[in-house]
C-alpha cells in the first residue's frame, strides 16, 4: 500500500519524559546494558491513515501504548519493523550506518504487508528526533551502541480481513553491550529439515514478526542440541540454504570467492550487502546464488570451502564452525574463526565507528 499523498515536511513535537531514568540509574545501565533490556526515555509516534496520510509527528514520553482490543494488528499480524545502531564515535558526535538502506527495506516489507510506506527522508528524520532527546544513551564504551528499533503496526479497530486504515509508526531505543562480550568465538549452527522459515510467494523478504514468531519453535530445537542458531532451507526442496533465524549466511572459498544464498524469500541483509561490498574491494568474486547443503557438505570435506560466517546488524559477524543435523554434522567444533571473516568484520566496525575513513559514504550523522 503506498501512500499517495506527496512527503512533506513534519514537524515533531516533543514531550520531554520528566519521569525519566535518574543519572545514578543511567550510569547502572550504561555501564551493563545487556541487549534489548532497557530503553531510553523517549519514544517517536507518527500516525497514518487513509485520508491524511503521515501526520502529527511527535517525540513523546517512553510507555505503553494503548490499543483497542479489535485493533487489527492483534488479529491480523499487519507489523513490520527494522533495526539499525547508533554509535558514538570518539570525538563524541553521533552516527547511524547506512539508515537509508534500512529505510528502503522498511518500504518493501510495508508494500508486502498492504502497510502506508514512509518516505525515507521520515524515517531518518525520526532518527534524529529521537537521539536529539536521548542522546546521553549512546554509550561511548567499546563496541557498544543504542540500538534503534523503528516498527509500524495497524492501529484501526475492526475485525475483517482488509488492510487497515489507520497505522502508527513509532522508534523505540536500547543501549546495547558488546555481543561477544568474552570475544568472538565460532558458533555450531543447527540445520532445521522439519520446519520452514517461510515459503514460495510468502513473507520471507520481508522484515515482518510473523516470520521470527514461525522461526521460534526451531530456535528452541537448536538450543537442544547445544546449537546458538537455527539455519532454515528452502520449503519446496529441502536441499537449499535460505537463512539462518535472523541472520544471513556467507562462506569463503579457497579460491577467494566469497558465496552466500540467494531466494526470494530471503531478507536482504544490511551488514551482508556491506561486507560483500568489502570484499569486492579487496578484489574477491562475489556469488549471490543458490547454494545446497549437498554443495556445503561436500565443500567443508573436501577443504573448497575454508570459512564459514553469519551476519546482522546485533552480532556484525559470527564466524560458523559447524552445522549440525539430524545424522550428520558439517565442519568441525573447534575450528577457529576464518582470518577473512574477521577481518572483514574489523574493517566494517571500524568504519561503523569512525576508525577509518567511511570511503562509501555510509554513515549519517544524528546529532548536531
Known sequence: ???????????????????????????????EPGFGKYFTDHMVDICWSERGGWHRPRVQPYGPIALDPAAAVLHYAQEIFEGLKAYRHQDGSIFTFRPEMNAERMKRSAARLALPELPTEYFVESLRQLIAVDARWVPSTPDTSLYLRPFMFAKEAFLGVRPAAKVNYYVIASPAGAY??????PVSIWISTDYARAGRGGTGAAKTGGNYASSLVAQQEAHSHGCAQVLFLDSETGEYLEELGGMNVVFVYKDGRVVTPESPSILEGITRDSLLRLAEDRGLKVEQRRVSIAEVREGVASGDIV?????????????IAQFIADGYTIGDAGAPAGELTMSLRQELTDIQYGRVADRHGWMTRLDG
Open 1 to 31: 500500500m503506498k501512500n499517495l499523498l506527496a512527503p512533506r515536511t513534519l514537524e515533531f513535537s516533543v514531550t520531554v519524559n520528566d519521569a525519566g531514568r535518574s543519572a545514578a540509574e543511567h550510569a547502572d545501565i550504561i555501564a
Open 180 to 185: 561477544f562480550a568474552g570475544g568472538v568465538e
Open 307 to 319: 570459512e564459514m560466517f553469519a551476519c546482522g546488524t546485533a552480532a556484525v559477524v559470527a564466524p
